[in-house]
């Protein structure tokens, strides 16, 4: 997938597909304002685009390290972030919290990883977006849509001129969505996944792999809700016999098999059976005796 232009509104395609650690970009040409979303995509592209046609002012969709790795190229920009969001991405202590990595579990390569890789600095004079708000750039407005679950505060683009629409890291992936993290929830994710597949658009645009939709995602919107079901129904499989939480992870239920570096998986592991186990827990499908997590007939 290369770049793509539609009107004033533009696809930045990220390196290796846009996976992890990149993401997909969208710059918005507007006559009054020009602005990047997500400098995470690639740091030739991002550098080229700030020298020949200019950045005013940088919006984050959310607060997670894979969006803003290169923020740091326009450091003399105002960035606009969702309020809900901006705790972690104003102290690297409220970051890791907000993940939940705590002390003595890797916290430390976290902390690393956030600073050596992805530049961590606190966003000192950040600007909020509000809820519905309409952008008026200049010949192209921008709809703001907040669609929280995946993080509380995370926003997604309608472009209505152009008809794009911009579902962030509601990503229609087939590993399906990430609601991980301390303030993620999966029922919110559901309902922003729905609000969004509502939107009439002609083009949608995601911040990870394919990226670029020209026709209706179809059955991907159907599919990526499906993952959660699936994801439940795999917990409560191998809860045919107690487990404890510890053999729950030693499954790998979710990310199918160990992988590298094994101190970000195995997180990224706990953190969405834990929330599977809560839901199931919720819903009096499963209960907690003693250390076992056990079905309930
Ligand atoms: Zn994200």
Redesign the pocket.
């Known amino acids: 997938m290369k770049d793509r232009q539609l009107g004033r509104v533009r696809f930045i395609n990220g390196e290796n597909k846009g996976r992890y650690p990149f993401c997909h970009s969208v710059y918005i040409a507007g006559e009054k304002e020009r602005i990047i979303i997500d400098p995470a995509s690639s740091l030739d592209k991002l550098k080229l685009l700030q020298q020949n046609e200019g950045v005013d002012t940088v919006w984050l969709s ?1 607060s ?1 390290e ?2 803003f790795a290169f923020l740091y190229l326009f450091e003399n920009c105002p960035v606009r972030v969702p309020m809900r969001d901006y705790p972690p991405l104003s102290d690297l202590n409220i970051f890791l919290d907000w993940y939940g990595v705590e002390e003595g579990s890797n916290r430390e390569s976290w902390r690393e990883m956030m600073l050596n890789q992805f530049r961590y600095a606190p966003i000192n004079n950040a600007n909020f977006f509000r809820d519905g708000e309409i952008v008026d750039c200049g010949s192209v407005t921008v709809e703001v849509i907040a669609t929280p679950g ?2 509380p505060g995370h926003l997604s683009f309608f472009f209505p001129e152009e008809k794009i629409l911009f579902l962030g ?1 509601y990503d229609l992936t087939s590993f399906g969505p ?1 609601y991980g993290d301390v303030y993620s929830d999966i029922d919110e994710t559901i309902k922003s996944v729905r609000r969004l597949q509502k939107i009439p658009a002609d083009i949608w645009i995601t ?1 990870h792999e394919k990226g670029f939709f020209e026709e209706n995602p179809g059955e991907f919107w159907h599919n990526y809700e499906n993952i959660i079901y699936e994801r439940d129904n795999k917990v409560m499989e191998y809860l045919k016999q107690p487990r404890t939480l510890e053999e729950i992870l030693a499954a790998w239920l979710i990310y199918g098999r160990a992988r590298e570096p094994l101190f970000f998986y195995e997180f990224g592991e706990r953190s969405l059976v834990t929330k599977h186990l809560q839901r199931l827990e919720k819903q009096n499908r499963i209960i907690l005796d003693k250390n076992k997590y056990v079905m309930i007939k």
């Open positions: 959310h997670h894979d969006h995946h993080t890291d990430w911040s």
